[in-house]
């Protein structure tokens, strides 16, 4: 429950250790069309495992293991993706394939799963304001499915652990090109004596840069004070005509005894942006060079096309 404390080995917990995690999945991924006609753009693969995936084992091994989907219509794969297959693995057990099927049943044995649709698509503070039935008056995680975050980086590790020490809300920044800055939620923020650890001030959703109080973007991890439900509902429709998380996320900057102080933590590891199709390509690629079982081979025929074909 919210009131009781829990700690970790090694570390003085001041408030709630975060179990539950959100993850916003109903948009409708019309920047992949047609291949998102049927499918769910959360389901494109990268490399071999789908979108989804990743960042459901990315919560897991932050330590949440009660994960809630946001969905709408036409997410079905989702739910059968994480779910049983039984007849798919008889096959694999059949032919003695025991390495797809440890794979086949990673994704079923990875969270407790729970689905909620969105129903209209009201933006990303209406999905976060649809977990409030499910996660109460908890701290809880939200991660959005376009940013991956390499698990040689844990972020949202960091995040809940700093959460545990200062409570209120944690958000993740990224610098950026003064250039791009209108392509994010920007925060103004000042030090708080703790190298990439800052204290936010202020935010605001997608300024042209001539108005940006900074170059820290927010990307899209977010550990949140429950207090965010009652302010998402009192907020009204901003950029885009949608309920912004950011402009909610704004009060709490502006006003801590409603929900606790708001910090940033400056995340320079290695993130692979799969929302833009070019973007996605690069992280397919990325993954796939790291891979032991696919990097060799793989480098090999890169380096080859890039010199000899181009």
């Known amino acids: 429950m919210f009131g009781r404390t ?20 109903a948009g409708l991924g019309t920047r992949f069309l047609p291949a998102t006609k049927a499918t769910p753009k959360e389901m494109l693969p990268v490399v071999d495992k789908p979108a989804i995936q990743y960042v459901v084992e990315e919560a897991v091994a932050a330590g949440l293991d009660d994960v809630l989907m946001i969905t709408g219509r036409n997410k079905r794969p989702l739910e059968d993706h994480f779910d049983r297959n039984y007849e798919l693995e008889s096959a694999l057990i059949a032919k ?6 440890k794979k086949v049943q990673e994704s079923s044995d990875l969270a407790t799963m729970h689905y909620v649709r969105q129903g209209d698509p009201r933006g990303l503070g209406h999905a976060v304001l649809c977990a409030e039935p499910h996660v109460g008056r908890e701290p809880f995680a939200v991660l959005l499915g376009d940013d991956l975050i390499d ?48 204290r936010v001030t202020g935010l605001v959703e997608k300024p042209d840069a001539a108005d940006a109080p900074s170059n820290y973007a927010v ?26 998380l950011t402009d909610a996320l ?8 409603v929900g606790g102080p708001v910090h940033g933590v400056v995340f320079r590891g290695r993130r692979y942006d799969t929302g833009d199709r070019g973007d996605y390509l690069r992280a397919i690629v990325r993954l796939a060079c790291e891979r032991e079982d696919l990097g060799p081979e793989f480098r090999t025929w890169l380096r080859h096309y890039v010199t000899e074909e181009m």
């Open 6 to 25: 829990h700690y970790r080995s090694g570390m003085t917990m001041l408030h709630p250790v975060i179990k539950k995690a959100v993850i916003p999945a």
């Open 96 to 101: 003695g394939d025991d390495d797809r099927l």
């Open 151 to 198: 698990p040689r980086d844990p972020l949202l590790r960091q995040m809940t652990d700093i959460h545990a020490r200062t409570g209120g809300t944690v958000i993740a920044l990224m610098e950026v090109d003064p250039a791009s800055v209108h392509l994010y939620g920007c925060a103004a923020v000042e030090a708080t004596g703790e190298q990439d650890v800052v």
């Open 219 to 244: 990307i899209g991890r977010y550990v949140l004070n429950p207090a965010i439900f009652d302010i998402l509902r009192e907020t009204e429709p901003g950029r885009g005509g949608e309920i912004q």
């Open 250 to 257: 704004q009060k709490l900057a502006a006003d801590e005894t």
